[in-house]
């Protein structure tokens, strides 16, 4: 018998350590210089994820006779948006889609309106940054750049890079957890799970996000090589309609704020289904390529109802926005 989990609780908090405005300012730094470097080599692009495999034409349908605590920001009322959609692979560089790697699923919600999460104005997107993974690898946002700066250079940097900071066998333990999550089979954006990974805010209520499959598709064992192909497929013969589900925050033991490594348990914070994301029917637009590549896809391009939480989303907020800015993205 499935558990009904705990109930959903507004008691989270932040807990924001007095150096991490300097922290972040170094991320920043630091992931500019990557970017140069990359850019200098093949291109103009982003720090990560650069390599953009599909842009897509969506909708976003907010569901209704959602429980009062879902009920809330983007999902207070039952409403359609259109949207765009970006796959993509995680790495700084143009690797092949054979090569195991984080992939990004990520969802711009378009025509909103209401003050951004940024405290600068309004917003007019609601941005979904999702990865296959329910966690990360890091406890927090100087592991992450550390690893992500070090696998730049290649794996050997990375072993060397985990070793100093965590010792022989620790350094070990944490290489096989990246390696685990990087290297789990991947069966296609149409077949796979996606996830926020990192907690956001649902008004006075903290979320996690996952985005299940449309049913029924099955998976391809030849699209390992050409991820895009596939989608690009599946969608000149049909649409593809996937469910965006919300977790909520129990208690700080079980579903912690700011520790992106723990995996929130489905069976103590249940997910509840609060909107569908629609692909139709579509074959590769150009145009539509080259507007998604140029926009920004943010955790922090967001309405205030729903700003990013935790120590690794407020890195992101300062480190995101450098990058937009090396690169000229726009919103």
Sequence with gaps: MASIGSTPSTQWRERIAPDEAARFERHARQFALLQQARSAALGPGRALHRRQLQALRAQFEVLGDLPAHASRGLFAQPARYEAWVRL?????????????????????????????????GATSSQDFLLIQRSSTAFV??????EVALASARGPVAVIGT????????????????????????????????????????????AVRVRLLPPSGESVDPGARDRWA????????????????????????ATTPIEDGS????ESAAPYVTVARLSLPAQTPEADLQRQVEAAAFDPWSALMEHRPLGELMRARKVVYYASQQGRKAGP
């Design 162 to 205: 985990l070793v100093r900071r965590h010792g022989l066998l620790g350094g070990l333990r944490q290489l096989r957890r990246i390696a685990g999550g990087i290297r789990a089979p991947f069966s296609g954006f149409a077949t796979e799970r996606f996830y926020s990974a990192l907690p956001i805010a649902c008004e006075p209520y």
């Design 229 to 252: 192909e596939d989608m690009n497929g599946r969608l000149r013969q049909r649409s593809l309609v996937y469910e965006l589900q919300l977790q909520f925050f129990v208690d700080e």
């Design 262 to 265: 723990v995996d929130w348990p």
């Design 88 to 120: 993509s692979n995680g790495s700084s560089g143009h690797e092949p889609d054979r090569k195991p790697d984080v992939r990004g699923f990520a969802i711009k919600v378009l025509g909103v309106h209401g003050p951004g999460a940024l405290g600068l």
């Design 140 to 145: 927090n946002s100087e592991q992450f750049v």
